[in-house]
């Protein structure tokens, strides 16, 4: 009930700008919500490479220790080894951190950090969808607006 | 011509100078803008590493890229080191905050005498049009 009281009002405001105005308006409520696609799309590839780190944690969790292994040194060069103490595993925690954790801790951090990623990515999509609204009534006035100044 | 009366002449120089200060500000205020967002990108950042470093057991390894040498750190000094940038990060936003600010009331006064200089300029070239 709040959000359509909300909606009416905003659409009332839009009623009262002029022409330039609310083309501006407009304009500006395209541009966020282009910003916030944009953001969506990053979280979106942010909780993908989690997943991948979090189904390869998986996987090497499953290895024994000595097993034969290829280690990449390049991107085309890779040696021959032997897998070491797959318990322990090195995360990348930001500003040039990383913490040693056992295998189940690393699997922690990635779910936690997934966790944490849906919850932003639900917020961000119910903020645009809002912005979305707005920016669609802008539209539709405007178009209303300027057949009324055409026909005048 | 009604143009080229020297008064307004002035004005329009005047004008142009105020103008230009304007447009300063504004370029300026945006570039805050930039290095607010990117401080508090970095902030959110170090507030992680933090929680996760709050996280681990005393005895807990904890290594830190410098280059391209991974160096073991203390847990102790890891946590105060990004406790103490995430203080220095929080002092910087809070006062690129006060100079946004103080940048936005210098912009709004100049859009004001920016906007009389123009009625200005208008009412004489009107007048002189008029007589």
Redesign the interface.
Same mark, same amino acid.
């Given at each position: 009930m709040a959000a359509k009281g909300a909606a009416l009002s905003a659409a009332r405001e839009m009623e009262r700008m002029s022409l330039e105005q609310l083309k501006a308006f407009k304009e500006q409520s395209d541009l966020e919500v282009n910003l916030l696609q944009d953001s969506l799309n990053n979280i979106r590839t942010a909780a993908t490479r989690l997943e991948l780190a979090s189904a390869a944690l998986q996987d090497l969790s499953l290895r024994p220790r000595g097993k034969q292994m290829l280690v990449p040194l390049t991107a085309s060069l890779y040696v021959p080894g032997t897998l070491d103490d797959a318990d322990k595993v090195?995360i990348d925690?930001?500003?040039?951190?990383?913490?040693?954790?056992t295998m189940d801790e690393g699997k922690d951090?990635c779910n936690r950090k997934i966790n944490l990623l849906k919850s932003n990515f639900d917020e961000v999509v119910e903020v645009t969808s809002k912005k979305k609204s707005i920016a669609d009534e802008a539209g539709l006035i405007l178009q209303a607006k300027l057949r009324q100044a055409s026909t005048s | 011509m009604a143009s080229s009366s020297p008064a307004i002449k002035d004005l329009q120089r005047d004008l142009e100078a105020q103008a230009n200060i304007l447009s300063k500000i504004q370029k300026d205020i945006s570039k805050n803008h930039q290095v607010r967002k990117q401080y508090t990108i =970095?902030l959110g950042?170090?507030e992680?590493?933090l929680k996760?470093?709050d996280l681990?057991k005393e005895d807990?390894? %904890?290594?830190?890229?410098?280059g391209p040498v991974?160096v073991k =750190?203390d847990l102790a000094e890891?946590r105060a080191n %990004?406790r103490k940038?995430i203080e220095y990060i929080s002092a910087e936003l809070k006062r690129l905050e006060g100079t946004l600010q103080d940048m936005e009331d210098k912009q709004n006064s100049k859009k004001e005498s920016v906007l009389k200089l123009q009625q200005k300029i208008e009412t004489l070239q009107s007048g002189k049009s008029n007589s």
């Open positions: 090195l925690v930001g500003t040039g951190y990383f913490i040693e954790k951090y | =970095q950042e170090n992680l590493v996760e470093l681990l807990a390894n %904890v290594y830190k890229l410098i991974l =750190q890891a %990004v940038r």
